[in-house]
């Protein structure tokens, strides 16, 4: 019986030691904006960058409320900025500036790229190409957006702040 209770203890406390563990990702995009709550209208309260370790503190459907590395940080990203595999980055070599943007890497999940829009433009000639041009260079900052949503009263319907 001491046996079986010794064996028994020794497999909770070796439960609980892998339990504790915590888990880290590494941000797999160019930069990661770290929000106040899950949701991508949540405040900003700071970012993360290519390759950076952060630990798994909660998980919410597809967002990860994330601390950095040196635990100073704390705040939500969506789950397909993350990736298990450590993300290494050699000096030297041009890997940093090669990281991918979180649009470039939902473009590239979708299979578009310089090839495929060529494709594209060759067989819709007719389209107005300058005018997606002329879109694509509008950039609209998250404060502005905020800034937006708070004028309109815009809440919605979960997580955001």
Do not use: C
């Not at 998980?59 to 950095?68: L, N, S």
């Not at 905020?146 to 004028?151: E, I, M, S």
């Amino acid at each position: 019986m001491k046996q079986t209770t010794l064996i028994a203890a020794l497999l909770l406390a070796f439960s609980m030691g892998v339990a504790a563990k915590p888990t880290t990702m590494s941000l797999q995009i160019r930069k990661g904006d770290l929000r106040s709550s899950p949701s991508f209208l949540g405040r900003i309260v700071g970012s993360a960058a290519y390759g950076d370790r952060l630990t798994v503190e909660e998980r919410r459907g597809t967002w990860i409320r994330v601390r950095t590395e040196e635990g100073t940080l704390t705040g939500w990203l969506h789950s397909s900025a993350l990736t298990k595999k450590k993300v290494k980055l050699k000096a030297g070599r041009k890997d940093a500036d090669g990281a991918a943007s979180s649009g470039e890497l939902a473009l590239a999940g979708k299979g578009f790229n310089s090839e495929v829009e060529a494709q594209f433009k060759q067989q819709n000639a007719e389209a107005n190409f300058a005018a997606v041009d002329i879109i694509e260079a509008i950039h609209i900052t998250s404060r502005e957006v905020q800034r937006f949503l708070n004028t309109g009263r815009v809440v919605p319907k979960a997580g955001a702040e």
